[in-house]
């Protein structure tokens, strides 16, 4: 059984990929998910009659699973950007300082649980 699992959510679509430990979960989560940072690129959308930007678009999200009670991921937006986020019920936004990108700022902050 696997310490931890990645759970990937791109349109319609879940796939899980088992990892041993949060360094492992954490490069599968980068992995899967870079790739989507460098080539979204949409449009603004209208749902319900309401106009949605690409930065309030949610185009692919990884969400890490343990071990222990780790919950964390990223969301990748419409226009290329991504947000690193930790918790369960509530998301917390894990802020980024420097030259961080969201991948390393979500590694500085699980590191240091």
């Known amino acids: 059984m696997s310490a931890a699992t990645v759970v990937i959510r ?3 679509e879940v796939v899980k ?3 041993e430990d949060l360094e ?6 980068e992995r899967e998910l870079r790739v989507h940072v460098t080539t979204a690129n ?5 749902l319900f009659g309401r106009e949605y930007d690409p930065v309030a678009q949610v185009v692919a999200r990884g969400e890490l699973r343990g071990p222990g009670k780790v919950r964390a991921g990223i969301d ?3 226009d290329g950007s991504a947000e690193a986020w930790t918790g369960r019920v509530r998301k917390h936004l894990v ?3 420097g030259r961080e990108d969201a ?3 979500l590694r500085r902050v699980l590191r240091e649980r």
Not at 24 to 29: I, K
Not at 42 to 46: A, T
Request: hydrophobic share 30%.
């Open 42 to 46: 949409r449009g603004s959308r209208k």
């Open 17 to 19: 990929h088992p990892a």
């Open 103 to 105: 991948f390393r700022a």
């Open 95 to 97: 802020e980024q300082q």
């Open 24 to 29: 492992e979960s954490l490069d599968v989560l």
């Open 10 to 12: 791109l349109t319609g």
């Open 76 to 78: 990748v937006r419409g």
